[in-house]
């Protein structure tokens, strides 16, 4: 009986510590201030699981393909967006959509702190609004912080981003090793939103949820 009762216990205990990281995701999803003139297009996209920011390969502010390996997208060297997401390393390189969720691995992901990586994607066309892409507007300086705060997240080696080899998704996007571990409060979601933040974007303090995120955005 003792057994059974610590059990339910146990149980109980953990539907409590997920329902209160679920409180505390929506109840920091709430806005704050930001005001400055903006010239400069962003786009986050959002499969329903992970979050991406979007920009440009190549403006007068920052070259993306000096900093990447250009040979790692010459199936698709027309690329005119890139797009950057962080996460966990096996959650990332495994489960793609909702069709691929993995209790296991989403619960290590979550529990444990796990390594990381960026994945990219090479985009020959310029993304448009609609409930899975959200635009922007930012300032020069909120597009220098942003391109910044993206190359930050990525492991360098021998001065550029170390690839992961043969792990792709449709053959035009590639993932590299990254800094950084992804645990219960620093998830993919978390790390876009303050992407936005470091871009000047009115945003939440803090959010995990790809929903949410793209929700009190609209």
Request: aromatic share 16%; net charge negative; glycine share 6%.
């Amino acid at each position: 009986m003792i057994i059974i009762s610590q059990t339910i216990t146990t149980i109980i205990g953990g539907f409590t510590l997920v329902i209160m990281y679920a409180m505390l995701g929506l109840i920091f999803s709430y806005h704050i201030p930001y005001s400055g003139a903006a010239n400069h297009q962003i786009f986050i996209r959002s499969n329903g699981i992970h979050t991406d920011i979007c920009v440009p390969v190549s403006n007068d502010l920052q070259d993306w393909n000096e900093f990447l390996n250009a040979d790692d997208f010459k199936s698709r060297s027309n690329a005119t967006y890139y797009s950057f997401g962080w996460g966990d390393r096996d959650f990332y390189t495994v489960i793609k959509t909702w069709d691929d969720f993995s209790f296991p691995i989403a619960f290590k992901a979550l529990m444990v702190p796990t390594e990381t990586a960026m994945h990219v994607e090479a985009l020959n066309y310029t993304p448009s609004a609609s409930d899975h892409c959200l635009s922007f507007e930012i300032t020069d300086e909120g597009y220098k912080k942003l391109c910044e705060y993206i190359e930050s997240s990525f492991y360098i080696k021998d001065s550029k981003p170390l690839l992961i080899p043969e792990i792709t998704y449709y053959g035009y996007d590639r993932f590299y090793e990254a800094n950084n571990s992804y645990h219960v409060f620093e998830t993919c979601n978390s790390w876009t939103n303050a992407g936005l933040k470091n871009a000047g974007v009115k945003t939440a303090a803090w959010n995990i949820f790809a929903i949410s995120l793209m929700k009190f955005h609209k």
